[in-house]
Nanobody
């Protein structure tokens, strides 16, 4: 069964940091570009970052550029999203998704999400 599983979410104070993980099972992540998204109830899903498969080129939305870093460890079949200087408006459910090669929709596989809450 092909599956993506996010982990690492939780409650963090403003200004804090978290590292989210996106682990794949049933397929090799190294052939896929992996994107990170987030969604707040009642709002549209927002694309945050993506890393390509072959050469690991990373893309970031303007809202998170400079605060979020994306990386991949193909040996562990895992992609990470490192988040620093977190703000209350970063509170959302965070999802990872996989698409063929480059960071171009549609994304074929999605995880179930992990909740990130930024609050004092």
């Amino acid at each position: 069964q092909l599956q993506l599983v996010e982990s690492g979410g939780g409650l963090v104070q403003p200004g804090g940091s978290l590292r989210l993980s996106c682990a794949a099972s049933g397929f090799n992540l190294d052939k896929y570009a992996i994107g990170w998204f987030r969604q707040v109830p009642g709002k549209e899903r927002e694309g945050l970052s993506c890393i390509t498969s072959t050469n690991g080129i990373a893309y970031f939305s303007n809202r998170v550029k400079g605060r979020f870093t994306i990386s991949r460890d193909n040996a562990k079949n895992t992609v990470y999203l490192e988040m620093i200087s977190l703000k209350p408006e970063d509170t959302a459910v965070y999802y990872c998704a996989a698409t063929d090669g480059m960071c171009v929709p549609p994304y074929d596989y999605w995880g179930q999400g992990t909740q990130v809450t930024v609050s004092s």
